[in-house]
């Protein structure tokens, strides 16, 4: 009993250590204006933010992580900027996407402020889309923020049948746009103002911020926990975080004890800031940061290509996303507990997939890798497809695979294949060239039902003559054991 009290009085001395020790200090890139902080990319290297600075109208910026602090802001391009004040902006992890307000930005507008989303293309933003009439309204819409997989819409707005002043709402991504938005719920929403939603990392809770009775200042941050698909009661957060003055947009860096959040306490450049808060006292859950370049094998030139995150158990598409047209950059989230492919696609290119298998506890969180794509022309790539133990019946997570094979065929109509079973170096040669040969069968006995020309597509066991890996250990044998697609006709 004394031993389990003199824990208890140990962990509440380490959590008041904890938050005693948290401290918050502007960043350097504030100005005598208002800086409103409104997101982060590329794993929290690039900050997104708003600015009046120069006395002008709002704009949106951008800056860096160097090795030294943050880059110079640099404004971004004019057309993503049209608007008599463009706010706060939202952007998919690759950094390729993004969803921003604008007051009378002149495409499409429904209301007072609407959103509107903007492709990076090139180096550029463009394609400046309104998000139409089921998301915007006559009203004030604003402050979205995306989920890390692109597929929950999070934003503010004051129109007619919320709580009170402004609500958060929920919307999601559906083919062709977005769902009809609703509220995010009585726990959430108040008689006051809530404003500036973000999700954090790990997708399990939302901070946000509010003027509702109890806070220690005008506008404070909450957090509050996801649990099932619904809200749980918000938790004000402690000082130094909040003040007496206003705070809003509180966003964790994935896998560090850093966030960034926005107020207009003294101590700063002037009006509102960005703040740093070091450790976060709002802890997120470690996630897989994946990222690297997409390549050409052959001529080593970075590639933009888009990339499909797959739930290998249920088949289903998580996210899409793409890697940067000028620099080849790609940035994948993935959450922990659950088996990806991760699959990169362009336009006169094999596709490239890889599977990754993520523990829901381990201290590997962060991995680069490029991605080499193979023309057309003479390509081949390794397949995901999955067999079990000494059998040649495709299971279920082979699925997502299969589809973007006949999805390439389908788009490549003059060119044949041939299908390759590979095994490893266990069993009698004759074994493995039955093995590795029915499994190849296999798979095209697939895409033929859902399709492809029998005549198109031929199937060969090479058994175990042809390893990746010539070892002997259990992890070169996996990668020994292998489905692949090699051009034959073009």
Do not use: C
């Not at 824990?7 to 918050?24: C, G, H, P, R, T």
């Not at 998301?135 to 604003?142: K, T």
Request: glycine share 8%; proline share 3%.
């Amino acid at each position: 009993m004394k031993k389990l009290i003199f824990m208890i009085f140990l962990l509440i001395a380490a959590v008041n250590l904890y938050s005693q020790k948290v401290e918050v200090s502007p960043v350097d890139f504030n100005s005598k204006y208002d800086d409103f902080n409104s997101a982060l990319s590329n794993n929290g290297n690039v900050i997104y933010f708003t600015s009046g600075r120069e006395g002008g109208e709002q704009k949106i910026f951008m800056v860096e992580k160097t090795s030294t602090g943050w880059s110079e802001p640099k404004e971004l391009n004019s057309e993503l900027n049209d608007g008599k004040q463009n706010g706060a902006s939202t952007l998919t992890t690759d950094g390729q996407f993004m969803i921003f307000s604008s007051f009378d930005h002149g495409v499409g507008s429904q209301g007072r402020t609407d959103l509107y989303s903007a492709e990076k293309k090139n180096g550029k933003w463009t394609n400046i889309k309104n998000l139409g009439k089921n998301i915007n309204s006559e009203a004030w819409d604003s402050q979205p923020s995306l989920s890390n997989d692109g597929n929950t819409l999070y934003f503010v707005s004051d129109r007619d049948g919320g709580m009170g002043g402004t609500d958060i709402y929920v919307s999601k991504k559906v083919k062709g746009g977005w769902s009809d938005p609703v509220s995010a719920g009585s726990k959430i929403n108040t008689s006051s103002d809530e404003m500036s939603p973000v999700l954090s990392p790990d997708n399990k809770t939302m901070t946000f911020s509010s003027n509702r009775p109890g806070g220690v200042g005008g506008f404070d941050i909450y957090a509050s926990s996801i649990i099932g698909g619904s809200f749980g009661t918000p938790k004000h957060l402690d000082e130094p975080i909040n003040s007496a003055n206003d705070e809003h947009y509180y966003y964790i860096v994935p896998n560090s004890e850093v966030a960034f959040f926005t107020t207009d306490r003294s101590g700063g450049s002037g009006g509102f800031d960005i703040y740093s808060a070091v450790p976060n006292p709002v802890p997120s859950d470690d996630v897989f940061l994946l990222s690297g370049k997409v390549k050409d094998i052959i001529t080593k030139e970075n590639l933009g290509a888009d990339i499909t995150v797959s739930d290998l158990k249920t088949g289903k598409k998580v996210a899409e996303l793409r890697s940067d047209d000028e620099t080849g950059d790609y940035f994948v989230t993935l959450q922990r507990g659950k088996v990806y492919s991760i699959t990169a696609s362009k336009k006169g290119y094999v596709f490239y997939s890889d599977q990754y298998a993520l523990e829901a506890k381990s201290k590997d969180n962060q991995k680069t890798k490029d991605i080499y794509l193979s023309p057309v022309s003479n390509g081949n790539t390794r397949l995901l497809v999955f067999f079990d133990f000494d059998k040649a019946t495709l299971k279920d997570e082979s699925i997502p695979e299969l589809e973007r094979m006949v999805e390439f065929l389908k788009d490549n109509p003059d060119i044949n294949i041939l299908i390759e079973g590979h095994t490893d170096d266990v069993g009698s040669d004759d074994y493995n060239d039955k093995l590795s040969s029915s499994r190849a069968k296999a798979v095209k006995e697939q895409m033929v039902k859902d399709g492809i020309d029998a005549n198109r597509i031929q199937t060969k066991g090479i058994g175990k003559r042809k390893p990746l890996i010539d070892e002997k250990t259990d992890d070169a044998r996996a990668q020994n054991r292998r489905v692949e697609m090699k051009i034959v006709k073009s």
